[in-house]
């Protein structure tokens, strides 16, 4: 038995525990400390994002980090509130009941359980190839767009204004409307924050920037009696510990709540398979995405029990514990059980904290997470997908945001499809004094073998592109001149064949057979290709003798075979 099953077997719950030695304790602790302390503001930020009080955030922390200790396999990754999520599933929610009400605490469980389950799911079916659903540009401007909405949100507390309604470009009017009645103290006090944020962050990763951030902001509160200039403050957090339940909701609630819940789940998907793939447990191996998916539902399911929201996969946490000395998820747990303690017996030290300092550091989370680099890279480098990044943006922007998110989905898959169907048939010329047949490039000098055609499809052959493939080659054959006797499909590039393309493939060859062109098969190196021709019968249909290892090997033992067309 391998050390890996060996591991797999003796695991099957705090896998990431499995390789720690009490030499790596100080290490866990150390990073445990300094993720509770970036942790603590974040999480009463994003609770206050979503429209809960600081403690459901606390909650949404601890049941992540214990739920993705307990099955989770990346040493590092830390699972709570995160603000990607939050704007989306808050705009979700809001239209089934009116946030911060019982009713849109109910509907936040029900839902957070509902993403657990379809991550567990996940996992157990190995869906972790959904993760590669949202292509960089489009979770690019997916990014850019939660960016917005976190800005928009934040900012009325930061100016000290109302929180104007209405769609997202009303509020930014309605804000611009009364920036001249903005509270000066509220507005030094989040900007104030943002700045220190920053800062840190600048200086260096492993300073807590949010917290020294917030201190600062709350004793300046208490000793400048701001409360008393308009200052708001989150007031009496009560500290209650989390306890399971279960939400009281009808059957029909549960079911309005499942497009919402995939659309999360998705989400979580991505990010969580991101963040493992960036700080692998063992850079020698490669990430196991399912099993993360697997620890990330059991933290949206604890956290459902725990009365709090859904969780998701934070990379800058995440990169904190790796940095700081972390080895397992023993400092995931360590940073738990800080924030348990602060529930149970400091709950009272946060009642002072102003709302404009969480303000403060949501903004700096909008500003972070939007990859100006990255926009300006695919800007120059592709504009088409620029414009996906601008379209994706928008619609998160102006739709209803679960609306704008399944449009990004949507315009991702449709860029895939697309980029499918722009494959077309490529011709291969040989290299002067070689036996390595290229595609054809003006750049690069080429010969071509009288009576014979090299040409190969850089894309799986599917649905999608078989009839331009099948239109391509007999335009090949029919311009040609002389017209080629033997036609050689390199096929090093077609990874996959769909039964749509294994009919069209099959008549092709069959249709040059009538016309006295030879049809050979040369570098099918994929295993699904090859086995796509066996249960499709290609094999067959291919004179015999006609697969080979190189396009040089097909033509030297066809070339001088084949005989002139009638």
Known sequence: MTESTLTKTSWPVFRSLASFRPSDLPGDLIAGLTLAAIAIPEQMATARLGG?????????????SLGFAMLGGNRFLSCGADSTITPIFAGGLALLATSGSPDYQALAIALALLVGVILVVGSLFRLGWIANLLSTPV??????????????????????????????????AALAQHLGESNLYTLIIGFGVLAVVAGSEKISARIPGALIGLIAATAAVILGHLESKGVSVVGVVPGTLPTPSLPELAPERWVKLVPLAFLIAIVVMVQTAATTRSFPSDPDKPADVDRDFLGAGAGSILAGLFGAFPVNASPPRTGIVSETGGRTQISGLFAATIVLALLAFGATLLQHVPEAALGGVLLFVALRIIRLGQIVTIYRQSFGEFLLIVATAAAIIVLPIEQGVAVGIALSLLHGIWSTTRARLVQFDRVPDTTIWWPANPHMPGERSPDVAVVGLQAP??????????????????????????????????????????????DLIKQCGEDGVTVAMARLESTRAQEAFARFG?????????????????????????????
């Open 139 to 172: 979770t690019v401007g997916f990014l850019a767009g939660i960016s917005v909405h976190i800005l928009v949100s934040q900012m009325p507390g930061v100016l000290g204004l109302p929180s104007p309604k209405g769609p997202t470009l009303d509020k930014i």
């Open 461 to 506: 052959l599917s649905f999608l592109n078989a009839s331009n493939f099948r239109s391509d080659v007999l335009h090949v054959i029919r311009t040609s001149t002389p017209k080629p006797r033997l036609l050689v499909l390199e096929a090093s590039g077609i990874l996959e064949i769909d039964f749509t393309a294994a009919q069209i493939l099959l």
């Open 52 to 64: 809960f009080s600081p403690q459901i955030g606390f909650f949404a922390f601890i049941a992540g």
């Open 538 to 566: 290609i094999y067959d249909v291919l004179p015999k003798g006609c697969i080979f290892h190189s396009v040089d090997q097909a033509i030297h033992a066809l070339a001088g075979k084949t005989q002139p067309a009638s």
